[in-house]
């Protein structure tokens, strides 16, 4: 008789870890802090509540990481909870910004190409973390994509001249479908049958197949 032939394991999501940590508050916290930015971004202020609100929700998003490595908590919720407070707080605000009733304000097709990349990432993320079975780390271009939205934004906020958010607004644009392909390009690598990719303990891709 043959032996049997293995069957290899199932994907599935990783162990999520515990949830109830203070890095996870402070992942937490900002996204309770998106709700009264996005409303006095939209009203034009009063600015100084509104610019504390904002330094404070980069302050949650500055140490969340930090505190979790400190106190030997990472876990993988607080990956999950610290892309959903960014991906939220960047809808929250370039829809205010399209929608508000001073200027200047941002253009329609960049607030749906925003939200619409950020849409696929996260739809894309979780397809490829189930094959996976563990969170990826951000690439580059995605980075910096999200250092040139938050400087749109705050371009916008603080009244830029017309010539000045143009260029922003473009230059944002054209890093983010640059991104959106090399996430694309990732996403079909790990996707496709027969591929052996894993993630090392960094979380980066690694494709033994190279």
């Known amino acids: 008789m043959l032996p049997p ?3 290899p394991p199932r994907p599935s999501f990783p162990e ?27 009203r034009g202020g009063p600015v100084g509540p509104m610019f504390g609100l904002i330094g404070l929700a980069v302050a949650t ?44 304000n941002l253009p329609l097709w960049f607030v749906a190409l925003a939200v619409v990349r950020d849409a696929l990432l996260a739809a894309g993320g979780l397809l490829q973390t189930r094959r996976l079975g563990r969170f990826t780390t951000s690439l580059w271009s995605g980075k910096i994509a999200v250092t040139l939205l938050a400087a749109t ?3 916008a906020l603080l009244g830029a001249a017309d010539h000045l958010m143009q260029a922003c607004i473009w230059a944002t ?10 996430y694309g390009v990732r996403f079909y690598r790990i996707m496709r049958p027969g591929s052996r990719a894993r993630v090392d303990a960094h979380g980066h891709v690694v494709f033994p197949e190279d």
């Open 61 to 104: 998003d500055f140490f969340d990481g930090k505190v979790a490595r400190w106190s030997d908590t990472v876990s993988e919720w607080g990956k999950v909870l610290d892309a959903t407070a960014d991906k939220l707080a960047a809808a929250g605000v370039t829809v205010a910004l399209l929608a508000r009733p001073v200027e200047p």
């Open 16 to 42: 999520m870890g515990r949830f109830w940590t203070v890095a996870n508050a402070l992942s937490l916290a900002r996204v309770l802090l998106v709700a009264p930015i996005t409303y006095l971004v939209y």
């Open 5 to 7: 032939v293995p069957i």
């Open 153 to 155: 934004v705050v371009a």
């Open 173 to 182: 644009a054209a890093v983010m479908l640059v991104s959106v392909a090399d």
